[in-house]
């Protein structure tokens, strides 16, 4: 799952945004706190006041309702900072989000644009999240099944679901045939498991506007704005549904890699 068992103490990540960071920071083994810091005036911060949002936050200050401990079961372990937003996955593959943004990043429902204070984005109860990743407009989050959701601006197609426009306002799962290359031409059919793992993703991380896919069997997919950040050669034509790399890149060969290895 996505809790981190490293007993390791300090500031584990960082984050920054157009005008507020993040951190994220593991006092104790047992206890993970989550720091904002910068301009609030968009929610950005996360923090408020009885008079309403904090403005100006100068140093690094404690988003309490975060923070996480062996009691309560559930504590921060991802950040992902967007320009004028963030989100947090937590221990039990959850994600909750604040700030603002006009794409849709927040993922809590049509049409809402800011949070001031950290909200749970709802998802069905048995998805279970492991990683987080946000761009400048949209944002993405990978399964511990494999499976991705991409949510937030859709032009150029880089939320690699066929779309080239439009807002998608809720974390929206990739049916697994997105993912099967129209390309891919093998004499020999491989093992169904590892034709499986083709199709399923290890990591998603989201740019400015593309989104690239590291897969379970090494491969590595990119979709969005055609303008050289993806990898494939062009440098014209968008991307609306994820293409391997020029090349063929594969980061690890599926016939050797182990179970020790992920």
Not at 148 to 157: C, D, L, P, S, Y
Not at 227 to 250: A, C, H, N, T, Y
Request: hydrophobic share 35%; with cysteine; aromatic share 4%.
């Amino acid at each position: 799952g996505p809790e981190d068992v490293d007993g390791t103490c300090g500031i584990a990540e960082i984050g920054a945004g157009l005008c507020h960071s993040v951190a994220l920071v593991k006092r104790k083994p047992s206890v993970t706190e989550v720091y904002t810091w910068g301009k609030g005036g968009d929610g950005a911060t996360g923090l408020t006041t009885p008079e309403g949002e904090s403005m100006l936050v100068p140093v690094p200050k404690l988003l309490e309702g975060l923070t996480g401990s062996r009691e309560s079961r559930e504590r921060p372990v991802q950040i992902a900072v967007g320009p004028k937003c963030t989100l947090v996955l937590t221990s039990r593959g959850r994600m909750v989000s604040f700030g603002s943004s006009s794409w849709g990043v927040l993922g809590q429902g049509e049409m809402v644009t800011r949070s001031s204070q950290p909200e749970l984005i709802k998802m069905k109860s048995n998805v279970v999240v492991e990683s987080i990743g946000v761009g400048m407009s949209h944002a993405v989050c990978v399964t511990k099944e494999g499976r991705v959701f991409t949510w937030g601006n859709a032009q150029n197609g880089r939320l690699a679901s066929g779309l080239s426009m439009g807002i998608v306002w809720e974390p929206t799962i990739l049916p697994l045939a997105l993912f099967q290359l129209k390309n891919q031409s093998q004499r020999i059919p491989p093992p169904k498991h590892k034709l499986h793992e083709g199709l399923l993703v290890h990591r998603a991380w989201a740019g400015l506007d593309s989104t690239v896919f590291l897969m379970r069997n090494g491969s590595v997919l990119s979709c969005g704005r055609g303008s050289g950040r993806l990898g494939q050669g062009e440098m014209e034509d968008d991307v609306i549904v994820p293409q391997s790399m020029f090349g063929g890149l594969k980061l690890w060969d599926e016939n050797k890699r182990t179970d020790d290895d992920q």
